[in-house]
Nanobody, 119 residues
Framework: QVQLMESGGGLVQAGGSLRLSCAAS????????MGWYRQAPGKQRELVAV???????NYADSVKGRFTISRDNAKNTVLLQMNSLEPEDTAVYYC?????????????WGQGTQVTVSS
């Protein structure tokens, strides 16, 4: 089994910063992509940022220049540094990893962490 432990969500004023962390553990023989998604009330889940095993990154247009994704391959951890937060960033943020189980590639979601930005 695979477990994803997320942390770092909370309440912050507009213009503030938060850092989300997600640590993967369990039956993982290698991690390919690691990413963060978010879902606001009444909206579909959307990609925020993703980083490959080689360090290539991709961001949603709405967060470019404000958010930075990084990973520590030795610790199977992905971080999301969120600066200049806006009320529109309020959502539940989910960690996602694509990993090799030893037999096949699979993806796994974290339980989600709430980020609330007040105006």
């Amino acid at each position: 089994q695979v477990q994803l432990m997320e942390s770092g969500g909370g309440l912050v004023q507009a213009g503030g910063s938060l850092r989300l962390s997600c640590a993967a553990s369990g039956s993982i023989f290698g991690i390919n992509a690691m990413g963060w998604y978010r879902q606001a009330p009444g909206k579909q889940r959307e990609l925020v940022a993703v980083i490959t095993s080689g360090g290539s990154t991709n961001y949603a247009d709405s967060v470019k220049g404000r958010f930075t994704i990084s990973r520590d391959n030795a610790k199977n951890t992905v971080l999301l540094q969120m600066n200049s937060l806006e009320p529109e960033d309020t959502a539940v943020y989910y960690c996602n990893v694509e990993y090799w189980s030893g037999r096949y590639y699979a993806t796994h979601w974290g339980q989600g962490t709430q980020v609330t930005v007040s105006s």
